[in-house]
């Protein structure tokens, strides 16, 4: 059974930086697409990045390209979310979550349409003015 945890996220000021991470286990086989997405309150979800492990190649929403950065520890099956010059809009419940069987590239990149099988609990994230 995949299990996902998140850790790292926290209260900042517009501007400031924090690192989420996601620590799988029982992944290393199996899957190669680690998503992380977000939801505040009465918004939709919205997948903000994406890696796909094989080539450790990282796909970002529009929304965060140029601010966040994706990597991964594949030695300690751990995802990490750099997140730079945040805004208050980035305000929300982040998640990682992991798909099983194994995806192509493309379909990783498309983590919107991706149905992914397994889930965190999730970090909050504040971002004030």
């Known amino acids: 059974q995949v299990q996902l945890v998140e850790s790292g996220g926290g209260s900042v000021q517009a501007g400031g930086s924090l690192r989420l991470s996601c620590a799988v286990s029982?992944?290393?086989?199996?899957?190669?697409?680690i998503g992380w997405f977000r939801q505040a309150p009465g918004k939709e979800r919205e997948g903000v990045a994406s890696?796909?492990?094989?080539?450790?190649?990282?796909f970002y929403a529009d929304s965060v390209k140029g601010r966040f950065t994706l990597s991964q520890d594949s030695a300690a099956n751990t995802f990490y979310l750099q997140m730079d010059s945040l805004k208050p809009e980035d305000t929300s419940m982040y998640y990682c979550?992991?798909?099983?069987?194994?995806?192509?590239?493309?379909?990783?990149?498309?983590?919107?349409?991706?149905?992914?099988?397994?889930w965190g609990q999730g970090t909050q994230v504040t971002v004030s003015s």
């Open positions: 979550a992991a798909v099983r069987p194994y995806v192509s590239s493309r379909a990783c990149s498309r983590r919107d349409r991706l149905d992914f099988d397994y």
């Open positions: 890696i796909y492990t094989i080539s450790a190649t990282p």
């Open positions: 029982e992944y290393t086989s199996g899957g190669n697409c």
